[in-house]
């Protein structure tokens, strides 16, 4: 079950040590990740476009609410079931970078843009086909008559995966649904999902200003029809540079910033931007010595593997210890080196995963540490409120 808020603040690890959290636990370097969020704030009041940072990263309500209060927007979210558990922890501006197609869930997605507007708030939503126009606007006359959704047409600038191709398909979205009294155009969604992870900073560059080269475009083509395009949002954590140095986009979705995995600090890191540094670890503890093995408690359970294994924290990748996947329940330790020693059995060790946002859902909770991960203290604990939001 996880912690209410207040039940967070009366738990018996708030104030110990660090060295007392039990293993496996995911904690977070609350210090580094508030620089995190300092140099990102910073860097979109510098470049004059908006922040929304992505929930996936993180999952909960808490730091939604903390980064609004450095500056963000307001949150994304990829399921409507994120969208409503962070409405219900207080987030009031919220955009849905999905299609969503499933009547009930649009009912859903209505009802929550309902109770948002009466709040004061807002709930976007990305299209890419004139179904999920229609179902969206007979989902809203049904729900919630007296609501105007905000609406994005999602283009393809070359993830593959959702999105109408740019130019002429997206103008032809956008004028239907600007027909439409249930739904207001609010811009263009145009996220480059696949650039986030190319490890060369020129790659990135071309393939970002390739990207920005067809959105443009596509801004140009229905301005030229005679709509306006309010906002194009987008961008992550890999080719922030580029989008808001851009001209065009005018909103960041940027969420791995946050707490950047393993996976995110292979790039090759362009000159301009942030600093980030790691801020999420998983705690394990050495359990076993066999031969020229170590055995820690931290396995696939606590941590995702779809963007490869962690990296043990404090030791240079190939320059200390390699973590090897060895189940559910185990990882494996190996020197990279002759010299580098084996940790003895009782050892804590820290991971940092490979990928932050699946490795979040694994968990019900975020231990927040004060003070760095050697003589530090547990200042708060932070519910994983969207843990399993899937639908």
């Not at 940027?254 to 790039?267: K, P």
């Not at 003070?371 to 899937?390: K, P, S």
Request: contains cysteine; neutral net charge.
């Amino acid at each position: 079950m996880k912690p209410s808020p207040d039940t967070a603040l009366q738990h018996p690890l708030v104030g110990q040590r660090v060295d007392l959290i039990d293993s496996p636990a995911l904690v977070v370097d609350l210090d580094a990740m508030e620089r995190n969020i300092t140099r990102m704030a910073d860097f979109a009041r510098k470049h004059q476009v908006q922040w929304r940072p992505h929930a996936n990263a993180h999952r909960s309500a808490e730091l939604a609410l903390q980064m609004q209060r450095a500056g963000a927007v307001g949150a994304c979210v990829q399921k409507i079931a994120e969208a409503e558990v962070l409405a219900a922890g207080g987030v009031r501006d919220i955009t849905l970078t999905n299609q969503v197609v499933a009547y009930p869930k649009l009912l859903r997605v209505a009802r929550l843009a309902a109770r948002l507007q009466a709040q004061g708030g807002r709930l976007a939503l990305a299209v890419d086909s004139p179904e999920g126009i229609t179902r969206l606007a007979e989902a809203m006359a049904q729900a919630a008559p007296q609501t105007r959704i905000d609406v994005l047409v999602e283009i393809d600038v070359g993830h593959w995966r959702c999105g109408v191709p740019p130019g002429e398909p997206a103008l032809a979205l956008a004028q239907a649904v600007a027909r439409l009294t249930q739904l207001r155009f609010a811009g263009l969604q145009a996220f480059q999902g696949r650039a986030q992870h190319m490890r060369s900073a020129a790659q990135r560059r071309s393939v970002a200003t390739a990207c920005v080269q067809s959105v443009r475009a596509t801004c140009e083509r229905i301005q030229a029809a005679g709509l306006g395009v309010p906002l194009v949002t987008g961008g992550g954590t890999g080719t922030l540079v580029h989008e808001a140095a851009s001209g065009v986009y005018g909103e960041l979705q940027a969420g791995t910033f946050l707490f950047m995995d393993a996976d995110y600090a292979r790039n090759e890191r362009e000159p301009a931007q942030p600093a980030f540094e790691h801020a999420l670890y998983v705690k394990t503890q050495v359990i076993s010595r066999q031969g020229e093995r170590a055995v820690c408690d931290a396995g696939h359970t606590s941590h995702a593997i779809d963007a490869g294994v962690p990296w043990v924290a404090h030791l240079p990748e190939g320059q200390g210890l390699a973590y090897h996947s060895a189940g559910d329940e185990h990882g494996i330790l190996t020197a990279e080196t002759d010299e580098t020693p084996l940790p003895t059995i009782g050892s804590m060790l820290w991971l940092v995963p490979s990928h932050c946002d699946p490795t979040v859902n694994l968990h019900d909770t975020l231990i927040g540490v004060r003070g760095g991960l050697v003589r530090g203290v547990v200042e708060r604990i932070i519910a994983v409120d969207a843990r399993g939001a899937l639908s």
